[in-house]
């Protein structure tokens, strides 16, 4: 009780609210009694969980989703990749399972480095730098759970990330802004049924959640047809059709995770639309036009003292499109 109480001095909120915040989080607790158990033997674990209860609903919700967070801080310290790719991952035949084991490993390593920087050992560039790489191992695991699950040797298919994922910028919360690209035509239909498997394994809602919510309308034909394309088909379509938003949105992307050969002929593409001669003034009419438009429909007016960083005037949402434009 005396560790609870300074935890909630510390966070500055009225003790009441506070005291309904923990009532909700230690309701929705497994029955048995365990957790309780483990935070009488390790009052230290109090800090781990109580301080983010208060004070981050990102947290909190990855507390409520997986309970078993809590073990996670008195057990031996082991690597993503050990825990991806030994006992957790692949070492079951149970599909289903895999798939809840997969976003165990990935609600308990988000909360890890949440935790850290929540404490302030982290600087938030590293922050975007860790969640980046766990995003990328958790992919490469996905994509081999996926051909495992298919009984193919290699994936068909190169997943292209943009937006955070592809400028190393992940936050908390961020989805993920894929395209998946194969080879050519004639394996365009395995490639698909791929992307679609991998696209379960990835985002299909489980008792602990996603994986990752994930956006594939960037692909060319939108929200609509295939999830896969062709690298001819790709190409022609950033040189013949793409509109300059396209060309803008491929600033950042890159290969992220699938087949390595058709990530760098993407990459080959990729510097070829974007080094290729331009009318200066008609790219910088169409920048213009397009950040005209993100502000009409994207942007809002907020208070001075109001934190909002992201879709305010001015912020990062304005400012990583300019970056891109430059």
């Known amino acids: 009780l005396d560790a609870l109480g300074h935890e909630i001095v510390s966070s500055g909120l009225d003790t009441s609210e506070a005291v309904v915040l923990i009532d909700d989080y230690f309701r929705r607790l497994p029955p048995g009694g365990q957790y309780f158990r483990l935070l009488r033997d390790y009052p230290w674990l109090l800090e781990k969980l109580i301080a983010p209860v208060l004070l981050s609903p990102t947290m909190t919700s990855l ?11 008195l057990e031996h310290q082991t690597s993503v990749d050990e825990e991806l790719d030994t006992t957790i991952v692949f070492s ?22 949440y935790s850290h920087f929540f404490e302030g050992n982290t600087p938030s560039r590293d922050l975007q730098e860790q969640l980046t790489q766990l995003a990328e191992q958790l992919l490469q695991a996905s994509v081999t759970l996926a051909c495992n699950e298919m009984q193919l040797d290699q994936p068909p298919v190169s997943v292209v990330g943009f937006g955070k994922l592809g400028t190393r910028g992940m936050m908390p919360k961020s989805d993920l802004d894929l395209v998946y690209l194969c080879q050519s035509m004639e394996e365009h239909v ?23 919510e994930l956006d594939t309308r960037l692909r060319p034909s939108g929200q609509s047809g295939s999830v896969t394309i062709s690298l001819a088909s790709y190409r022609q379509h950033q040189f013949e059709r793409a509109h300059t938003w396209s060309h803008l949105a491929l600033v950042s992307a890159r290969a992220v995770a699938g087949d390595f050969d058709i ?64």
Do not use: W
């Open 263 to 326: 990530g760098t002929q993407f990459h080959e593409i990729k510097a070829e639309i974007l080094c290729r001669p331009r009318d200066v003034q008609q790219f910088k009419y169409d920048c213009a036009k397009m950040l005209q438009r993100v502000r009409d429909q994207r942007i809002e007016a907020v208070a001075a003292d109001q934190f909002s960083v992201k879709l305010r005037p001015g912020g990062l949402f304005e400012l990583e499109y300019v970056l891109s434009c430059l």
């Open 63 to 73: 507390l409520q989703q997986s309970p078993h967070i809590i073990d996670r801080y």
């Open 190 to 212: 395995l490639a698909s049924q791929f992307a679609s498997r991998l696209n379960t394994v990835v985002n299909t809602p489980m008792r602990e959640g996603r994986v990752y």
């Open 92 to 113: 079951i035949s149970d599909y289903e399972q895999r798939l809840e084991n997969l976003r165990r490993v990935a609600n308990e390593e988000l909360y890890l480095r």
